[in-house]
């Protein structure tokens, strides 16, 4: 869509990818497609056919149609000041290989946001053994079993970030779904999907020539495999909760606003469960609309789970990342405020609002 000839074709799969269902992710979905029973009689799962997640070599690139790895938190120096952070690699295969970064910055105090982006053919990464290493531009972003690497410049602005490799990896699932770390979409495809909901960092934020060390959590999201999306949308959150829990929660939505799935997993230190999608509701709440583009975005959200309501609310509107220049379409991604039932922090992504006919995400 930004090239001419086969190059469109690829960008167009880009623009369906970066929509982070991931997964999106940033993002996650799933539709169970069912195929021939077992003998217990229960359906069989499409992605039972496929090799099971397996960690730490499956954090390698793959050759797939369409991979990310995406990293998005707030990180606070020790005299308390906020910065909220997401950076993510998307290579697309297709009749030409295409690798985009895109990475955006956020001034909690002042609320002053910094993004960039960068594109290239092929894919500009160093072989690693469990891992990889993209380097772009000046850009870095880098894993083995042991660390994983962040670096990027903006106008103004830069990140370098060390991160351990700790805490529990979650292996997302469809509803329902006896496979871990596989989702099925239907007639879009089957994608893997897993996250490092807590990856402890430490490093600095540079802005206006002043460097700032920092410290705190991010949220790795990996998702690789042979689907498309382009008919969907989603809202997806990624939250830290107070009481030491991930959430991660999706809805998806086609183009004329018809809810389609709402899911997701719940993980704390004893392990992760899917949510089934009667046990979360998604309420929209307010309406932020981009003076730039014209596109509306649902920015406050209620979650309503069995355990009780949370209460989303952006910390600044004003999210929006154009990334016409690299994968031509606009998303909304920032960070989140956690209230109700629990407290917490977070990011969301709302993606597919520019391809929607007129209208916001709605029910049935």
Do not use: C
């Amino acid at each position: 869509m930004v090239f001419f000839g086969a190059v469109a074709l690829v960008m167009m799969v880009i623009g369906a990818g970066l929509y982070h269902l991931s997964a999106s992710e940033r993002t996650p979905a799933s539709a169970m497609a069912a195929v021939s029973p077992q003998a217990s009689g229960k359906p069989l799962e499409r992605t039972a056919a496929f090799p099971p997640l397996s960690l730490p070599s499956d954090d390698a690139p793959h050759g797939s149609a369409m991979e990310w790895w995406y990293y998005s938190g707030i990180l606070r120096a020790e005299t308390g000041q906020g910065y909220a952070v997401h950076m993510v690699v998307f290579v697309a295969n297709g009749l030409v290989k295409h690798t985009v970064m895109h990475a955006a910055l956020t001034d909690l105090q002042t609320g002053k946001r910094y993004v960039s982006q960068s594109r290239t053919g092929g894919t500009p990464a160093r072989s690693v053994a469990y891992g990889f290493d993209f380097r772009q531009e000046g850009w870095q972003v880098t894993a083995s079993p042991s660390f994983h690497v962040l670096q990027a410049n903006f106008d103004g602005a830069s990140i370098a970030f060390d991160l351990g490799v700790s805490g529990p990896v979650v292996a997302h699932r469809a509803p329902g779904s006896e496979t871990p770390g596989l989702l099925d979409f239907g007639n879009s495809g089957i994608s893997y999907y897993y996250s490092r909901p807590r990856m402890p960092a430490r490093g600095s934020i540079a802005i206006a020539g002043k460097s700032v060390p920092v410290s705190g959590e991010l949220w790795f999201d990996h998702q690789w495999g042979e689907f498309d999306v382009l008919t969907l949308g989603w809202n997806w959150f990624a939250l830290h909760l107070d009481d030491g829990s991930d959430l991660m929660v999706y809805e998806l939505f086609d183009m004329d606003g018809r809810k389609v799935m709402t899911a997701g997993t719940h993980s704390d230190a004893q392990g992760s469960q899917a949510i089934e999608p009667g046990q979360v509701e998604l309420a929209p709440g307010r309406t932020w609309t981009s003076p730039k583009t014209g596109i509306g975005y649902i920015v406050e959200w209620d979650i309503k789970l069995p355990t009780g309501v949370l209460n989303i609310k952006p910390f600044f509107a004003d999210s929006e990342f154009d990334s016409g220049a690299t994968t031509a379409n606009v998303y909304w991604e920032g960070p989140v405020k956690v209230g109700g039932s629990r407290q917490g922090q977070g990011f969301l992504e709302l993606s597919g609002y520019d391809r929607l006919r007129a209208k916001p995400a709605k029910s049935k």
